[in-house]
């Protein structure tokens, strides 16, 4: 799809999904909880990620699962979140919208898990008009 692929390996139970663990934002910021992650993930995070573009959670935003995020544009959506998280994002200038999804986290997700995104296309599969097509887009 014309994008490089990192692996991101999970190291608890706890956060299943890299959607659970880590959310990418605008301009290329990051919400992630660090102990889901395995050392040499951390790793490939911090080797990619400046660090005035990562926002670590804490446990208890992470049990919230604060990164099951959902952005448009500057705007945020996620069922809970701290004050602290909550100053951190306003302080990139990014806007929060808190949804009650506690029901959803019973289950193991929140509202990324909830949404079907149409807005997300790779120009490359974007410019293909029929199945055929896509499928003759060779892989890089």
Same mark, same amino acid.
């Given at each position: 799809m014309g994008h490089r692929c990192l692996p991101l390996s999970l190291a608890d139970a706890c956060f299943y999904h890299l959607d659970t663990a880590l959310c990418a934002l605008p301009c290329g910021t990051v919400i992630y909880y660090p102990a889901a992650f395995t050392p040499p993930a951390r790793g490939t995070i911090e080797a990619h990620v400046a660090p005035e573009h990562r926002i670590a959670l804490d /446990?208890?935003?992470?049990?919230?699962?604060?990164?099951?995020? &959902?952005?448009?544009?500057?705007?945020?959506? @996620?069922? =809970?979140?701290?004050?602290?998280? /909550?100053?951190?994002?306003?302080?990139r200038g990014?806007?929060? &919208?808190?949804?009650?999804?506690?029901?959803? @986290?019973? =289950?193991?997700?929140?509202?990324?898990?909830?949404t079907l995104r149409l807005d997300h296309r790779s120009d490359r599969i974007g410019r293909a008009t029929d199945l055929s097509e896509q499928a003759a887009v060779p892989a890089r």
């Open positions: /446990r208890a935003d992470a049990e919230r699962f604060a990164a099951n995020a &959902v952005c448009i544009g500057n705007t945020i959506i @996620l069922s =809970s979140y701290s004050r602290l998280l /909550r100053t951190k994002l306003g302080e990014y806007a929060i &919208v808190e949804t009650p999804l506690h029901a959803f @986290l019973r =289950s193991g997700g929140s509202a990324c898990c909830l």
